[in-house]
């Protein structure tokens, strides 16, 4: 497998103030990660998918001027919930996606985000 | 386009009683397909997945799927249930042909054992 690490693991922020999301991959290096969005009780959305060295593919109706993704490593990408809002709060999962023949996506352990 | 179908939003079964969670999906071409479990505030665990081979794939836990391209499906089994299988279930499909290797998910369901 792989092992994924994010941090913080749960954040409560002010209304209006930026929020950064790490997502470490910790045994692999990773070209392609995804970030994810769970609301309660619900499927994740896949928001982008964040290319190392270039820029995140965003999915239709997801603001890429508010969520910026930064992948300057093979093992890290950030995803940045800026001018946060109520509306953000919610859980964010990233993955790495283990390519060939043995294709998986391995998720990290998810970010509670509360914006107050 | 794409789409999985997770016909259950909830299974329930007693300890010791095999188990079956429902899946169906459509993509264009061949599929790639993946289970996955998630316990609360937690990320998603990956279980098992079918590529290509034997219909019949066996993953972590004692957890078991079957690739049924006719009725397209991709149902999760286990012959013996346990309390802490108790967790959310996700299945997902890529298609074969989609080099982004996005994943596309079931809206899920819960499983729940009682003792």
């Known amino acids: 497998g792989a092992v994924v690490s994010q941090h913080p693991s749960r954040v409560i922020c002010k209304s209006g103030t930026s929020v950064k999301i790490e997502c470490r991959s910790l045994d692999f290096q990773a070209t392609t990660m995804f970030w994810y969005r769970q609301f309660p009780k619900q499927s994740l959305m896949l928001m982008a998918t964040?290319?190392?060295?270039?820029?995140?593919?965003?999915e239709q109706g997801v603001e890429k001027d508010k969520f910026l993704i930064n992948h300057a490593s093979l093992t890290l990408s950030t995803l940045t919930v800026t001018s946060a809002h109520p509306e953000d709060s919610s859980f964010y999962i990233c993955s790495v996606a283990k390519t060939g023949k043995q294709e998986t996506q391995y998720f990290g352990p998810g970010t509670r985000l509360l914006v107050l | 386009a794409q789409s999985v179908a997770q016909p259950e939003d909830q299974v329930n079964v007693a300890e010791g009683n095999p188990l079956t969670v429902k899946c169906t999906y459509s993509v264009s071409g061949n599929p790639y397909l993946f289970w996955y479990v998630q316990y609360p505030n937690r990320g998603l665990q990956f279980l098992l997945k079918?590529?290509?081979?034997?219909?019949l794939v066996k993953g972590s836990y004692g957890f078991e799927a079957e690739f049924n391209k006719s009725q397209t499906s991709f149902h999760l089994k286990k012959p013996s249930a346990l309390v802490s299988d108790s967790a959310l279930y996700f299945c997902a499909v890529r298609a074969m042909g989609d080099s982004s290797y996005k994943l596309i998910f079931g809206s899920g369901t819960r499983l729940l054992v009682r003792p």
């Open positions: 079918y590529i290509t081979g034997d219909n």
């Open positions: 964040s290319n190392e060295g270039s820029k995140a593919t965003y």
